[in-house]
């Protein structure tokens, strides 16, 4: 219990709280980058037409693995498992998402999100349609992936 009151406290205090300028712009972003209190570089919000926004996996540091730990950007205290050099979303050119991701709606907006691992081609997370050349592809999932 008293995890989560700490937990919806400390979102509601990054949606209003430090924000800095991000250290690179992200291309074909309609507005300016922010590295975030708590939740680090948020890459880009809204992409300029004829752009999807695409979630970029290297903006989690999984070796920090989930941690409270902070570090500083700017004045900005960030969890150490989120980067403020690598954006959350960036843009890439659209109608269509490339290899290994697949379009989502998220609230409104079409997007790209990225197919389970191993998963060269997804219609869903969780339904791959190719596997990688190291995988095998069995009801819908990449498997015996070497």
Known sequence: ???TFVFIVGCAVSIH?????CPKEVDHCIH???VVQ???NQGCNQ???????ISNPKHFNHSAGFSFGMQNYKGVQVLVSQSVTEPQYYCTKGPLCPDGWYRLVEE???LC??????CAKCSTRD?????RDYCVLSSGKCTKCT
């Open 47 to 53: 992409c300029a037409d004829g752009y999807l926004r």
């Open 38 to 40: 708590t939740f680090g």
């Open 113 to 118: 999100s990225g197919c389970a691992p191993g």
């Open 127 to 131: 339904v791959c349609d190719a596997c």
């Open 108 to 110: 409104g907006e079409l």
């Open 17 to 21: 709280g430090q924000k800095a300028p």
């Open 1 to 3: 219990m008293i995890f």
């Open 32 to 34: 300016p980058c922010s």
